[in-house]
């Protein structure tokens, strides 16, 4: 038997120390299988297993150790220009105490890094890039690299806010996508209602010294420890794109279908001539989902073919664990497909038959389960 | 890791149980927990007839694609049908339910070739 190398877990480029979160130990103390992603040395699956930890994530309440992202706090008078005439959202969208999804692209418009922004107060925002373009996105920012400093953790599912109310009350009634500095046993940490799973929760970022008895506290009041297996099959059946397969250098905002990201009034952002040009001319390629018939996953680097004529390429595919069939994401040429229309997926291990379908492929809650309802 | 000692073993990680004139053939344990929770496999047509080391098959996890190759060459007797519906049985029970298929070998003497369970574990603990 040979395995190919997991999709998840990239090889690192050159042999480099990896890194670890404040979390590791416990980790390791829970039997989790670690994975080298983006230079961190990190959970990818607990012994219940991927599978397990994604349903936990769809019915009750899941914890993920999101360390590896980021942090850099850029602040002071300037903080606020400096950002919005380098990303392309616009901050004048939001205001402090709220969070922002947003791009910064090279001058091809193609895509650096996708970040959160946490506008903390007047003059202070935390910046989270992906843990291997935390360099660049410094370069291109400024501010202060925090990440060692403090450990993430992010609950989320549709019992996350029941879960977190016993351990941080304040966090439960925290909206979507807001920002707050709160105390946890004495202890500052920033909570922002925000996450990577399709599912309500919030995202806690904690000085690292209190980071395993804040996980400990989460696990005890019902969240089940979940790794980056489940966060990438969780993202994948929420539709959201993950820097490398759907967003990169060389794909732009508006390929992913993600022009909303784009502060199209503001007069400058870095890759924004390109950007408009695109727009003014029409994409030549578009994200689209696909689901597939049966269980066997499409997987990233398959060939798609519409039956519209449309063609491409798939960035993502799995099996959905709540569906039960084949689903992907694919960059296909304009003009894309309409969903429902027919698809062929070209696997070297023979075709798959598909459709061209709306994402996210789940909602919210969806599959939201009691968690007094013991099992069987 | 789980390996029993009435079982042969491929350095590709496969198992063969030796039953009278056929073979039963799976992944290991170990193989199991190194492909992580297993969400497809494509078991080889009955009938077909395969060369040793040649492809019998294709386990997908969540995380990966996995050829299976044939640990003795021969003819396939039968699949595990139950995998279509269950293909975690691999994970749950690699030595039990979750077998791929049987095989007769085309010359049984090359199930002596295979490791014995004691140089299989010298080989995944090295």
Known sequence: MTTEPPAVAPAASEPVPLRHSALIEEHVSLGAKLTDFGGWEMPLSYPAGTIAEHRACRTGAAVFDVSHLGTVRVEGPAAFDRLQQTLTNDLGRIGPGRAQYTHLLDDDGGVVDDLIVWWLDDESFDVMPNASNTSAVTGALGGTDTTEQRAVVALQGPYARSVVRSVLPEAADLPHFAVASMTWRDTPCVVAGTGYTGEDGVEIAVPSGSAVPLWRALVAAGAVPAGLGARDTLRLEAGLPLHGHELGRGITPLQAGLGWVVGWDKPSFRGREALVAERARGVERRLVGVTTVGRRPPRAGDLVEAGSGSSGVVTSGNFSPMLGHGI???LVSEPAPATGTPVVVTTRRGPLTGTVAT?????????????????? | MDTPEDLRYSTDHEWVR????????????????????????????????VEPGGPLGEVESTKSVSEVYAPVGGEV???????????????????????????????????DNLLDAAAYRALVDG
Do not use: H, K, M
């Open chain 1, 328 to 330: 992907a994401l694919a």
């Open chain 1, 359 to 376: 994402t996210p492929f789940i909602r919210a809650g969806q599959f939201a389960s009691p968690p007094s309802t013991p099992p069987d």
């Open chain 2, 18 to 49: 030796v039953a009278g004139d056929r073979v039963r053939v799976g992944i290991t344990d170990y193989a199991q927990d190194a492909l992580g929770d297993v969400v497809f496999v494509d078991v080889p047509a009955v009938g077909a007839v």
């Open chain 2, 77 to 111: 007797l039968a699949v595990n049908t139950s995998l279509a519906e269950r293909p975690e049985l691999l994970n749950s029970d690699p030595y039990g339910d979750g077998w791929i298929c049987e095989l007769r070998p085309s010359d049984p003497s090359t199930v």
